[in-house]
């Protein structure tokens, strides 16, 4: 996603020791050699990621910064995939052991209200 630079979080604490600190965005001239490494990585391993999505699913999760959060998206989208196409069978089991004729009812009306 370009060479934007991706923000790192600092804490800084309210007053005294507080353990209540809201983040801050640390500005890039003030990272350290281990935060731009961390990033660099980052930034291969998202892309990376990205490389190997099709456009469908990468659309759905594009917004996403760092490769783990692009990676959680992306186990969440499949997940969802994999509760559909379980819940679409439950339906279709449930619809074949419950398939049976009304009393009267003609072979074609049963046809056409299992379509």
Not at 31 to 36: F, G, P, S
Not at 56 to 83: H, P, V
Not at 95 to 101: I, L, M, P, V
């Amino acid at each position: 996603n370009g060479d934007q630079p991706l923000s790192v979080i600092a804490q800084v604490p309210l007053a005294g020791n507080a353990h209540n600190a809201p983040p801050t965005l640390k500005d890039l001239k003030f990272w350290t050699a281990e935060e731009k490494k961390t990033r660099k990585i980052d930034h291969l391993a998202r892309s990376l990621l990205i490389q190997g999505l099709p456009n469908d699913i990468y659309s759905l999760i594009d917004s996403k910064e760092t490769a783990k959060d692009l990676w959680d998206a992306l186990e969440r989208q499949m997940r969802g995939f994999e509760y559909a196409k379980q819940d679409r069978k439950a339906a279709i089991l449930y619809e074949y052991k419950t398939f049976k004729a009304n009393e009267g009812e003609q072979f074609l009306d049963i046809y056409l209200r299992y379509l």
